[in-house]
């Protein structure tokens, strides 16, 4: 009897923790694919986008433009505009069933046509999970103003 009441309360304990281990290591494969896709920005690669965002991705823009998978691509790897450095801060994720919402702030340079620009915006990602690999579906960014001393 006591065998029996020990081994259910293991198998108990077992299957309250799976939920928190799956859900844990959802948020550590999405921060992995948030970190690859930070770095493909940076290198301009397209392979890595091409791997990295679903085919009906969204890509929305600070200043307001909408691409999609094809569009945020090219413009992406086009060389017109380059990232000198990004660096993501305040990130949080929140994982709900195969979706996971990423919010951030994205702090970083970019160089076109021989000038600097600095950049701090809002992000929120949408990302899917359809075949077991997570892939953006959706990305919108704001501006964010520095904080005001009067």
Known sequence: MM???VLSTVV???LGVAPVMAQS?????????VEAFRNAMLKADRSQF???TADQLSYG???GRIENKA???DAATSGRSTWKFITLTDQT???VGNTAIVRHTLTGETERDGKTNPVKIGVLMVWHKPDGQWKL???QAVRLEEPRTN
């Not at 290591?25 to 694919?33: F, L, P, R, S, Y």
């Open 71 to 73: 569009q945020f691509i």
């Open 25 to 33: 290591g959802d948020e550590a494969a999405v921060a992995q694919a």
């Open 12 to 14: 108990m304990a077992l």
């Open 93 to 95: 994720t929140q994982i």
């Open 3 to 5: 065998r029996a009441l």
């Open 137 to 139: 579906l959706a990305r």
């Open 50 to 52: 091409e791997a990295l």
């Open 61 to 63: 823009h600070s200043a």
